[in-house]
Nanobody, 124 residues
Framework: QVQLLESGGGLVQAGGSLRLSCAPS????????MGWFRQAPGKEREFVAR????????YYADSVKGRFTISRDNTKNTVYLQMDSLKPEDTAAYYC?????????????????WGQGTQVTVSS
């Protein structure tokens, strides 16, 4: 069982930046596709970004394309989500997810392990 730990959430003004981090606890392989999802109050959880295992490729939801960047440091077994030009509509709980499929899809069902989430609040 893989446990994922997210960090980096917080309160930021519109136009600001935050960087989220996600790392598995315990001894585990880093050979997973990793994704970020988010869920705003009263809304369904939605896909944000995904990064595959080697060779690395990335994919973004249209709503964040050009503003968010997903990356991974395999030496630290950590995945990052750099969020720039934040908007109030980006306010949500952000969840990290890992898939044993080295090229995972963008639906929740494609992921095997989930973190507990970290809150991002963007004020106007």
């Amino acid at each position: 069982q893989v446990q994922l730990l997210e960090s980096g959430g917080g309160l930021v003004q519109a136009g600001g930046s935050l960087r989220l981090s996600c790392a598995p606890s315990g001894r585990t392989s880093s050979r997973y596709s990793m994704g970020w999802f988010r869920q705003a109050p009263g809304k369904e959880r939605e896909f944000v970004a995904r990064i595959t295992w080697l060779p690395t490729s990335t994919y973004y939801a249209d709503s964040v394309k050009g503003r968010f960047t997903i990356s991974r440091d395999n030496t630290k077994n950590t995945v990052y989500l750099q969020m720039d030009s934040l908007k109030p509509e980006d306010t949500a709980a952000y969840y990290c997810a890992a898939s044993r499929n080295l090229v995972a899809g963008i639906t929740q069902g494609a992921y095997d392990y989930w973190g507990q989430g970290t809150q991002v609040t963007v004020s106007s």
